[in-house]
């Protein structure tokens, strides 16, 4: 019985622990999506709407800190 409840207790620390590697992971996965896919598209569709004294600035943010930030 108490080896028993210690598997358990041990097992629920495990999966707490693959549940926030899990949230981890997929946040970085979100990232790196929106900055490879939706970040040129949008600009693009602003470029394409007319929007471009919007999308310029947005771009040349982007851009600074894409050569500011150091890589991990």
Excluded: D, H, R
């Excluded at 693959?18 to 790196?32: C, Q």
């Excluded at 709407?49 to 050569?67: C, D, K, R």
């Amino acid at each position: 019985m108490l080896l028993t409840m210690l598997f358990m207790v041990c097992m629920f620390g495990f999966i707490g622990k693959l549940i926030g590697f899990a949230f981890k992971f997929s946040w970085s996965m979100i990232k790196v999506a929106f900055y490879l896919v939706f970040l040129p598209f949008i600009l693009i569709a602003m470029v394409v709407g007319g929007l471009l004294y919007v999308a310029l600035p947005v771009f040349i943010v982007a851009m600074i800190v894409g050569l500011l930030v150091k890589e991990t």
